[in-house]
């Protein structure tokens, strides 16, 4: 999708369409935080109703449990216990009728003592079973008619004679006896149909548990994706719709008017963004006059500074040839009329000739500073060791006479214009050693890499320059010294910030520098593509 400029002209934003009764209905929507509230305390609502019917069951089937195991099965148990006391009972006194043994009556008395413990315990037991309790109830009484009537007298009987029973008494005895086995089983059928009802309510239960539980996934599941759902249609949807309307804006398209539905908050949300859109649109509406203005002085300035750079050019170059006929002149002047004349009159034909000498200088110096960029060459690869080289050696005179030492560190290769380049290092150099000391001048070249650039370092012991004229040296004309203290035309840093920038660099005054001068500038890093020059150009 391809975006609209920023500085395309705008147009303005068309009226929203008209909101339908379903927008009308969805703008009178609950905020998205009761939407959001509602279906959290339905989710309580049922959790809470969710565990509570899970307790019951649990209860009931904990319960149904507890009847069985803990109350119909040891009372089955204990009435077998009582059953085989009471054998044990009509055993012994059987065993010692027959017998006059004592030794045969251990078993009634153990049996006697036993049926006391499983009775109690039984009785215990039958809380909430009245017709078991009946029977237990019936069973013992049977048991002591049983004794009373029967196991007793024989027991005193036998021990009073010391002979055996006689064989009718005992016949009496297992008769009476069996009234007591009537009674036990009918308590021990009475428990297993208490068993087998606690049984059944234990599996009903179990039952009602595993349906209560599968209802309660099944209604947790629609609950979900009810919430999900109206989590969807209340917030995602109406976010979804906002974040197209948004995109379409992002995209470029500042007069789309957003449209705003859903929640309350998504609207206020939707507002924001459309009155933050009518902002950038009146902002990019402003811009865009604001860059016609500033297009239209840019043509101006590009076509005045086109101007002064040709009326510089032409300037320098057509006032070579009078002020080349003034400086001969009085150059003749001063060689046949020297002497002949007054000493004022040689005086004032010395100023014409060094008037005419240094506006040739200077006239020579602005037709180089107006070709800086004018002149298009192309740059090639070329070693900053082999420019410094031809520098030196342009400067080979003047390095002679002050006693200057240039020392030049290893530096590297960059892309340049070579008559340029040479000529940024000569004016440096040449400064360095016009502005000395009393010691000879010591100038230093050195160049370090610094990310995407090489920051190359002219570092002078001379007179030094403050800091506060760091801007204005780079001036054209501009000078911190008289002519007579110095001499030059104020132009060579301003020609050498013109090459540097014309190659992509800055110069700078490094004004920290403990002594001397140094100055800094920057060049682009040579790509690794381009092969390196080890030789300079040809100008």
């Known amino acids: 999708m391809s975006l609209r400029s920023p500085l395309a002209p705008i147009q303005a ?30 989710v309580a609502l049922f959790s809470v109703l969710a565990v509570v019917v899970g307790l019951i069951t649990l209860t009931s089937l904990s319960g149904a ?5 803990n109350q119909v099965d040891p009372a089955i148990q204990q009435s077998l216990r009582l059953e085989s006391a009471l054998i044990d009972q009509e055993t012994g006194v059987r065993g010692y009728g027959l017998a006059a043994q004592e030794d045969f009556l251990q078993p009634y008395t153990d049996g006697l003592a036993a049926q006391q413990d499983a009775a109690g315990r039984l009785g215990g037991l039958l809380t909430g079973l009245p017709e078991a309790a009946a029977g237990l109830r019936e069973v013992l009484a049977r048991a002591e008619n049983w004794r009373s ?12 004679s010391g002979r055996p029973a006689a064989g009718t008494d005992l016949d009496r005895g297992k008769a009476a006896f069996d009234s007591v086995r009537s009674a036990v089983t009918t308590l021990q059928d009475e428990l297993g149909a208490a068993r087998q009802a606690g049984t059944a309510t234990l599996n009903r239960t179990a039952t009602v548990l595993y349906v209560v539980c599968a209802l309660i996934a099944v209604a947790f599941l629609l609950i979900v994706l009810a919430l999900a759902f109206g989590l969807r249609t209340a917030a995602i949807a109406p976010l979804s719709r906002l974040a197209a309307e948004v995109r379409k804006v992002a995209d470029g398209d500042f007069a789309h008017p957003v449209a705003q539905s859903g929640p309350k908050e998504v609207r206020e949300l939707g507002d924001d963004v459309n009155r933050m859109r009518e902002r950038i649109l009146q902002e990019l509406s402003a811009l865009q006059a604001a860059h016609g203005v500033l297009d239209a002085r840019t043509q101006d300035l590009e076509r005045s500074n086109a101007e002064l750079e040709q009326f510089a050019y032409v300037a320098s170059h057509d006032l070579q040839e009078p002020l080349r006929k003034v400086a001969s002149f009085c150059q003749l002047l001063q060689r046949r009329y020297s002497g002949q004349l007054d000493e004022r009159a040689d005086q004032y034909i010395g100023f014409a000739v060094d008037g005419a000498k240094r506006m040739q200088v200077l006239i020579n110096d602005l037709l180089a500073f107006s070709r800086v960029g004018r002149i298009v060459r192309e740059p090639v690869p070329v070693s900053c060791e082999a420019v410094v080289a031809q520098a030196r050696n342009n400067l080979s ?3 002679e006479q002050s006693g200057a030492t240039v020392e030049v560190d290893e530096l590297p290769t960059v892309l340049a214009e070579v008559p340029l380049l040479t000529a940024v290092f000569q004016n440096l150099i040449g400064n360095a050693l016009k502005f000395h000391g009393e010691d000879p001048p010591h100038v230093r070249v050195t160049a370090e890499r610094d990310g995407e650039f090489w920051r190359f370092c002219v570092q002078d012991n001379g007179i030094g320059i403050d800091a506060e004229y760091a801007e204005r040296i780079f001036v054209i004309f501009q000078r911190l010294h008289a002519k007579s203290d110095y001499p030059g035309t104020g132009i060579g840093l301003a020609m050498c910030r013109k090459i540097v920038e014309h190659h992509g660099g800055t110069i700078w005054l490094d004004t920290e520098a403990e002594s001397g001068s140094r100055f800094c500038f920057t060049l682009p890093v040579l790509t690794e593509e381009k092969e390196p020059d080890d030789h300079p150009g040809t100008a």
Request: net charge positive; proline share 14%.
């Open 13 to 42: 934003p068309a009226p929203p369409p008209p909101v339908s009764g379903r927008r009308a209905e969805r703008a009178e929507r609950w905020p998205l935080r009761r939407t959001i509230g509602v279906g959290v305390g339905v």
């Open 65 to 69: 449990r507890s009847r069985v195991v």
């Open 149 to 160: 009537g029967y196991a007793e007298p024989t027991i005193e009987l036998v021990a009073s």
């Open 397 to 399: 005179d003047a390095i």
